[in-house]
């Protein structure tokens, strides 16, 4: 077993057995309970990335023009803002109390290895959360000036938070600045080169933040596009509709870069996880890409289009480059292929049509300089904020469980990382109905927010505007 | 005092700044429900509207003993976690609806909401006492789940600390509150607060005196280390606690005198003493058998966190002093005198115009083509800085110009 694992040669800390594994029948439900934990607050997470920016713009249009209906959007957009960042607060939380709930083995060997990124996380947070707050809750108490610089800190907080956090999850894939004994104790921690030496932390961290702009400009501009739909056409709602718009329609073909070197770095850093989002068995000069299809355990693909030297030349820029087959490690060391691959194509698939709905507005825009007139487009943008949802759901499904069995890539396995306490399934049961709570009310009160009246001179306007008035 | 015990002394720190203000806005619903109709009402608005800017940021001291725990000693952070995982999830579940209650206290004035809130607010302080208490008593064991997951807390002492932060908690709240409402001008309101306030205070006093006789019968040995003569840090223990007495009784005739201000600093004092006490005497052993020196991590993890924590703190403190400053200032009642508007309002954008597109574009390209054929590198790095700021270029010119769409 050591030798094969040492033959695969992927690892650069040999075998990663030294750790004692714990007896746990509960693996798969703490994993479950890691990954729906991570599944509502990773959105969230988008938010805090990307909507500070979107709503800071927005009031600074309306100090620049003196136009109301901007400064009214921008007011309205802080309090959802703030509501769903109290969300992610919470959420958060949860995540940080998980990794010593459930993983009590890799916090005890590698808490000190990435533990600085979580310090400095800490700090980004308090700076977001005391701008926020002072943002939000001073409106009109301070002058506009000063009031529009209280939003600065609070999108570079959001940049360094996420960028800290991604740096934990880099370094958990492409494990670095430390060395195992033989007794299975961490030494010769250097948490500097672990964290920030790495060279996944750039590409992971562009791909998220693109996609969070994605995800928040489609889901932003899909309630207006809703609104247009149902005839709401003056200033404030096409404003609301346009500007994010404007974000995710450049985001998602820039996406497509991103993700090309986000797969390139996986590729040459982890070539089983690409051979799992691609279900490759064999190693193969000239790799062909398959599209969608099941993965068989002999490793053939069934109902699969297959093109030929494609994979090959995306994940290495050469048609006839050799990709890593699955074949080459022990079938221990593997995710489950079908989850990850499809997860992978998910990702993929709406990724690529996320870009294409882009460029369809953006032909629009710069050959008529007008908004596409057809009612599909609206309808399409509706659906490309869940859509959006979605694929960055799936691509941290792609990236985590095409991690595993191991928690710190090649060096530690998830059943070495886990609780060895009873009842886990329990609180998993307690934390499902608590979030179902929240989920609805964070839902109920952005609909009282959004049924707010509008200031009546802007009210009078669109009403004008939609021949209601 | 070593490298190993700096730490320590940090997680003590934000674990006072965690008690002496998230405390606070775990008690503030609890006051709510006390009353019927109409005054539930109010105090249950007074309460939202001191939390709702600060809770927030209160919140993230947890987080911060958190990170700085498993970085410093993660095998102590493994064992407590695993071991009380119950009570720990438990102060989770209840952060989680103590946030619900923000969030939707935001918008409506709900007493189902208000109860919730209640509930959590209970909850958590008593869970998170729990846990200390755990540690006091000697149950958590090194080790993943070494310790038993029931008996580990459900035991006298956690439960006697439990019930202590829930007092302390609700009383924090009521003199905060008091002191809130008192600045806002609602005498009425800052009366029923510091009634309620002295009755938590002498119940936080006597939950503390019945705390100290269930640690001589169950935990001798911290008790020793804490109070009696014979223990080790016997004279900085005995210190702490009599600072300790000696505010909350101060503390107690301030309210009745409704002198709320200074109540607000001498109650955060009387816990503050506390909590150091209890660091002093939970040493040299952190748990059985493990002495905070033997968990601590190398010296250059810790001076990593050391210097990340003091230029954290150089950003942190400007920061909370001007929200405090505002909150504290009463800027953000909903009385305070609303700034002058600005004159320089109504100039119409320039349109965004084909050079600066141009621009944008060649930027963007340039920087794309060079990310596209780079394998790693400074070219591939140039590459992506060039690319995303003609990506972030083009999303201002493009949202500005359809921002200016006309009909």
Excluded at chain 1, 88 to 114: H, I, K, N, Q, Y
Aim: glycine share 10%; hydrophobic share 55%; charged share 15%.
């Amino acid at each position: 077993m050591l030798d094969l694992v040492a033959a695969a040669g992927d690892f650069a800390f040999g075998p990663g057995n030294s750790f004692p594994t714990v007896d746990q029948d509960y693996l798969l439900q703490a994993r479950q309970m890691q990954a729906m934990s991570f599944v509502m607050h990773v959105p969230l997470v988008c938010f805090g990335i990307a909507f500070p920016s979107l709503v800071i713009f927005m009031e600074w249009l309306g100090l620049r023009t003196g136009k109301a209906h901007f400064l009214a959007l921008a007011r309205r957009w802080s309090k959802v803002m703030i509501t769903l960042f109290a969300a992610g607060v919470v959420t958060g939380t949860l995540l940080s109390f998980e990794l010593g709930m459930l993983w009590p083995g890799f916090m005890s060997a590698f808490g000190d290895v990435f533990g600085l990124a979580f310090g400095l996380e800490g700090f980004s947070f308090f700076i977001e959360a005391i701008f926020i707050s002072i943002y939000v809750y001073s409106w009109d108490k301070i002058s506009p000036r000063k009031h529009i610089l209280t939003g600065i800190p609070v999108i570079a907080a959001g940049i360094t938070g996420s960028m800290m956090v991604i740096a934990v999850n880099a370094w958990m894939n492409n494990p670095s600045g430390f060395s195992v004994d033989k007794a299975g104790q961490v030494t010769d921690v250097k948490p500097f080169e672990a964290l920030f030496a790495n060279g996944h932390l750039w590409p992971q961290l562009t791909h998220m933040y693109i996609a969070a702009y994605i995800v928040v400009g489609f889901l932003i501009a899909g309630v207006y596009a809703f609104a247009w739909l149902k005839g709401r056409r003056g200033a404030y709602f096409r404003t609301a509709l346009v500007v994010p718009l404007a974000v995710a329609c450049l985001a998602a073909p820039a996406q497509l870069l991103i993700g090309d070197w986000a797969a390139r770095t996986v590729a040459d850093d982890q070539p089983i996880k690409l051979a799992s989002f691609e279900g490759l068995y064999e190693t193969t000069e000239g790799a062909p890409e398959t599209i969608l299809g099941w993965y068989e355990p002999d490793g053939t693909i069934e109902y699969g289009i297959q093109i030929p030297k494609l994979l090959s030349l995306l994940a290495y820029h050469d048609p006839n480059a050799t990709v890593q087959g699955l074949d080459t490690v022990p079938e221990d060391d593997l995710p489950p292929i079908n989850v990850v691959r499809i997860a992978f194509q998910t990702m993929v698939g709406i990724g690529t049509g996320l870009a294409a709905l882009a460029a369809w507005f953006l032909w629009i825009w710069f050959r008529r300089r007008r908004l596409p007139q057809t009612k599909w487009f609206y309808r399409a943008v509706v659906l490309a904020g869940p859509a959006a949802v979605l694929a960055l759901i799936a691509g941290w499904v792609t990236t985590e469980v095409g991690r595993q069995p191991w928690v710190v890539y090649g060096v530690m396995r998830t059943e070495q990382a886990v609780s060895g306490a009873d009842g886990i399934v329990f609180g998993f049961a307690a934390l499902i109905a608590v979030y179902a709570v929240l989920v609805v009310t964070v839902f109920w009160v952005l609909r009282r927010i959004a049924r707010q009246p509008l200031p009546t001179e802007i009210a009078a306007l669109e009403e004008v505007a939609d021949g209601t008035g | 005092m070593e490298l190993a015990d700096i730490p320590a002394l940090l997680i003590l720190a934000g674990i006072i700044a965690y008690a002496v203000l998230a405390g606070a806005d775990f008690g503030a619903p609890v006051w709510a429900v006390t009353a019927r109709g109409e005054e539930s009402n109010r105090l249950r608005e007074s309460g939202h509207r001191s939390m709702a800017p600060v809770w927030e940021a209160n919140h993230v001291w947890l987080i911060f003993v958190l990170v700085v725990c498993w970085t410093a000693y993660p095998e102590v952070f493994g064992a407590i976690f695993s071991t009380l995982w119950i009570p720990l999830i438990l102060a989770c579940l209840g952060i989680i609806m103590r946030a619900i209650g923000y969030v939707a206290g935001g918008v409506t004035v709900s007493r189902s909401v208000t109860w919730l809130a209640a509930i959590a607010s209970l909850l958590v302080p008593f869970a998170l006492g729990a846990v200390i208490g755990a540690l006091v008593a000697g149950n958590v064991p090194p080790g993943n789940a070494e310790g038993d997951i029931i008996s580990s807390w459900l035991a006298p002492v956690p439960i006697m600390v439990g019930l202590l932060l829930v007092a302390t908690s609700a009383y924090l709240a009521a003199v905060y509150l008091a002191a809130d409402a008192k600045r806002r001008g609602e005498e009425d309101l800052a009366r029923a607060f510091g009634n309620r306030a002295l009755l938590a205070g002498v119940v936080a006093g006597l939950l503390a005196v019945a705390g100290l006789v269930v640690l001589y019968f169950d935990a001798r040995g911290f008790f020793d280390a804490m109070v009696s003569t014979s223990g080790r840090h016997n004279e900085l223990g005995r210190l702490c606690v009599c600072v300790s007495a000696i505010a909350g009784t101060a503390t107690l005739w301030l309210l009745s005198i409704r002198r709320y201000g200074e109540a607000r600093f001498v109650a955060a004092v009387a816990v503050a003493a506390i909590v150091v006490g209890w660091g002093l005497a939970q040493q040299p052993e952190v748990m059985p058998g493990l002495t905070i020196h033997e968990a601590a991590a190398s010296d250059d993890v810790i001076i990593g966190l050391l210097v990340a924590v003091a230029v954290g703190l150089l950003i942190l403190i400007p920061s909370l002093y001007l929200l405090y400053g505002l909150v504290l200032g009463g800027r953000f009642d909903p009385l305070a005198v609303p700034a002058v508007e600005s004159a320089e309002a109504g100039r119409e954008l320039d349109p965004a115009g084909r050079s600066r597109v141009a621009v944008v574009l060649v930027i963007a390209a340039v920087g794309g083509l060079l990310l596209f054929i780079s394998d790693g590198g400074a070219r591939l790095y140039i590459g992506l800085a060039l690319f995303m700021i003609g990506l972030a270029g083009g999303v201002v010119l493009l949202a500005r110009s359809l921002a200016q769409l006309r009909d």
